[in-house]
Each structure stands twice: as C-alpha cells, then as structure tokens.
C-alpha cells in the first residue's frame, strides 16, 4: 500500500474512534439532548468508516469502553470538584500587579461553566467592537488554546498585523486570531493570563478596558465584570469534569455580573428551567443574545449574500444539484450544520475536533475532486492555508456576529 493511502486510512479510522468516543460523551452530558449525532440529518463522512465490520467493531468498543470508564470518571469528578471549590474559596497569599492596576483601566472576564463551545468568543467580540466604537482604548488578553505558543513560553506576545491568519491561528490559536482580525484591537497571548493583564497595563497605560476571553475561575478576583455565557445545553447533567460538562459547581461563590444566553435560534426557552438553576444570589441580570448571519465569504474575501449560496449549489443539469462539503471544527459543530440546514442545503458533514491543528491534513485527505463547494466556520477558515488550490478554489467561509442589547452595554460601562 501507498506511504499516503496508509496515513489517510490510519487519519480515517482514528477521526472514526474520536468521533465515536465523543458521541458517548455528548449522550452522557447532555442525556436531553444529544449535540453529537448528526446521522439523522446528512450524511457524515470521516464519522464512519468505509467497512461496515470495521465501524461496527469501533462503535461497539467505544460504547464498551465509555462504560466502563463511567466508574472513573465518577470518581475523578467527586475529586475534581472539591479542588475547584477549594481553589475558589482559598485565600492567596500572592498578590497580582493586577489587584495594583489603575482602577482606571477595568478589567471585564468572559468565561462558562460549562466546557466548550458555548459562544464566548464570539461575545468578546461583541463587547470588544461596541466598545471601541463608543470611543474606549480596549485590549484583549487570552490564553491561546491548542496554539504552539502555549507549549513554547509564557512571555504575554501581542498578535501582529502583519502575520499571516494561518501562522497566526497555527502559533497563538485560532480564537485569539479572529478576535485580533475581527475587532482590531491588541490581543495579548500568555498561558497566564494575569501576566498578560499586567504586560498590557505596563505597555499601555491609557488603556480603559481589558476583556478576558475565557479564564473567569482564575481572574474572577481581579475583575470589575464578570459575564458568564451559556448555550441551550445548560449546564448538562450538573456534574463537573470528566463525569459531566462542568468546569466547577454551580453556583459559583463568586457573584456574576451578567449571564447572557446564547441560544440557538427557533430554540424555546424553559423560563421555569432557567429560573430554577440561575436565579441565584450570585446572578446579577440575565440577557440573551441573537446570532446574525451576515454573508459568505470566499478566500479571496469575495462576498455574496447569505441566500446566494444556493444559487451556487445549483447544477446546469436540471437533475442533479453540486455536492457540498461542510466542515466544522468548533465546540457543537452540529450547530453550523443545523445553521446549514435551515438555510435548505444539502452537503455531506465532517465535524472536526474543536480546535482542531490538523485541518490542512484532513482537508487534504478528503477527495476534493468529489465536492464542487466547501463550506466552513469563520473560526475554521483562518486556519486553512493556501497550499491546497482546489480547497481555496471552492471554499466558502459563513461570516456571522453576535448582538447584544443595549441593556446590556449600560450594565457593563456602569460602575
């Protein structure tokens, strides 16, 4: 066998096992909903594999080995959760150059309590945009996940404008390079983020806002607003790592600003539910968000209008429709797709890891040849390099941005 069929069957069967794994997962946390299977709208490819023996033998040892690792898992959870309650309410000894700040410049955290993919990015980019619009000096300090710079050093390095997405998003992270694109703002990358907070006050001075994409357990201390974000998967089966979804207990012994619901549109909101796990003492006002569809844009930043994409899966034969690729390496990829159906698409899926650093691979491993367009997520599309012409020629990227009330931007400037 070919050196290159031999590393596209290995990627292939190791996706299946992942995508697999992971499917277990969703159906324990979210036992309501399940965010992982999208068998039953389209076809997924990369989630099977191309023998039916060998794909049934993956999901039957996945489904076997999820089950017995329920015990562990249990365990691990009970242990986890203890420490996240120590570490919160532990008094520090050490104390930050972020407590001595000018309180002039505020510091304003993001996070979650559940893991992954609930919409934090995309609302630091909202507040980072409106504010800086309202003529505030803002900056931006992340951690930078699954980029190199997080293994390398801890030394705070702000994002260059003049570095290509792809290096960029393959060095600091795909998140922090699309917040730096998107909101044109400084974004300062460190594993720690205190160190970034304090880089950034010691190199700017007239700073007015500092927002933390992510990190609310560890910088809750020094922040003047905390925000909290959640999606329709709610806190899932309220059990902490690796047993359930959560980061820590709820509710958290710190008192949150804002919580903003990040629902996925058409979805009906159970005001009863909500009530009961968020109106808490240490809840402040709850707002919801809206998730606008902008356009498509190509890689060559060509923009057509969000109903025009139809228009390109459109066949000069009456019979036959072009085929599509969706491909999606955010935190519920069935999110995009579910955007994709509703826009009356038809394509076949390939969910991806959430971050995923092999993309280009993947991508590369997929037969381009049979697809006439490839649709992805912004967040995906900056991570994609050019190396590959026929992916460049048929990519199309699904430009979005998240609104918030202007209730909302009083609470958050108010003091």
Known sequence: MEPKKLESRILNVRQTIIYNFSLNVQRHWYPSRINGSFDSLTKTIHASHKSKFINYCIKLSMRVSFVLCLPFFRLISSVYQHLATKKNTRNHKTVSKVTKRNKSCKLITVGNVLVGGVGKTPTVIAITKQLKAEGFNIAVVTKGYAGEKLNLNNSPEIIPNNMLDSEAARYFGDEPTMISRLSSVPVCVAKDRTLAVEYLISNNPALDYIVADDGIQSLHRFSEKKILVF??????????????????????????DAVILNFSEGYKIRRSYLNKILARKNVGQIFESKLVIKFWESFEQKRIKCSEINDLTESKSKTAKKKVLAVAGIGVPNKFFLTLKSLGLDFDALPLNNHEKDINDIMSSVDISNYDLILTTEKDGVKLTLKNKQIVEKLWKLITELHLPNDFYRKLIEE
């Open 231 to 256: 999606d329709e998967r709610i806190m899932g089966n309220g059990y902490c790592l690796p047993y359930g979804p959560m980061r820590e207990p709820w509710p958290t012994p710190y008192f949150i």
